[in-house]
T-cell receptor, first 113, second 109 residues
Framework: ETGVTQSPTHLIKTRGQQVTLRCSSQ?????VSWYQQALGQGPQFIFQ???????GRGNFPPRFSGLQFPNYSSELNVNALELDDSALYLC????????????FGPGTRLTVL | RKEVEQDPGPFNVPEGATVAFNCTYS??????FFWYRQDCRKEPKLLMS???SGNEDGRFTAQLNRASQYISLLIRDSKLSDSATYLC??????????FGDGTTLTVKP
């Protein structure tokens, strides 16, 4: 196992609601990246946090936001949920000392009805 | 055109076969390259990093061709347990990874 944990495992929401997903990074890792994976596609980069600061963002609207805490755990918040937000949300942690290798958590499967 | 492209397959091969996947990327500034394995409804698991000189891990060999901007993964002596989706990932820097949509491999008895 990678040591990266995510909660909750599954979540069902309705359109317009807000959701918060959580991720604990592997011990010793100070960087967390969030990805969205729709069915049949590869993970799409949402954003990355490094030492509590956003360090890069993909093509996602501002209603996708995040936080990183001093212990390097992280949250992904999505406001005004849309049906297309239904996906597997993955966080990946990495450290400065690794060869940029990222290790994924088990993901949160979000369904928006 | 996508930044990272993979043949989606599926590749259906018998046990013991050798199979190769290619992945092309468009960002010539990319610095790091990886292969991940993803089982159905699970998270991607890092299979191997791809180094400029190529690298091997047991039955798996990864190669990088910077001139043609592609990476490859070779699996020798395929096992039933190798059945999965294989994702390539390209990183221009320490920031985002760009993934392909994956190649599906099914190894049959």
């Amino acid at each position: 196992e990678t040591g990266v944990t995510q909660s909750p495992t599954h979540l069902i929401k309705t359109r317009g609601q807000q959701v918060t997903l959580r991720c604990s990074s592997q011990s010793g890792h100070n960087t967390v990246s969030w990805y969205q994976q729709a069915l049949g596609q590869g993970p799409q980069f949402i954003f990355q946090y490094y030492r509590e600061e956003e360090n890069g963002r993909g093509n996602f609207p501002p209603r996708f936001s995040g936080l990183q805490f001093p212990n390097y755990s992280s949250e992904l918040n999505v406001n005004a949920l849309e049906l297309d937000d239904s996906a597997l949300y993955l966080c990946a942690s990495s450290s400065e000392s690794s060869y940029n290798e990222q290790f994924f958590g088990p993901g949160t499967r979000l369904t928006v009805l | 055109r996508k930044e990272v492209e993979q043949d989606p397959g599926p590749f259906n091969v018998p046990e013991g076969a050798t199979v190769a996947f290619n992945c092309t990327y468009s960002n010539s500034a990319s610095q790091s390259f990886f292969w991940y394995r993803q089982d159905c409804r699970k998270e991607p698991k890092l299979l191997m990093s791809v180094y400029s000189s190529g690298n091997e891990d047991g039955r798996f060999t990864a190669q990088l061709n910077r001139a043609s901007q592609y990476i490859s993964l070779l699996i020798r002596d395929s096992k039933l347990s190798d059945s999965a989706t294989y994702l390539c990932a390209v990183r221009p820097n320490a920031g985002k990874s760009t993934f392909g949509d994956g190649t599906t491999l099914t190894v049959k008895p």
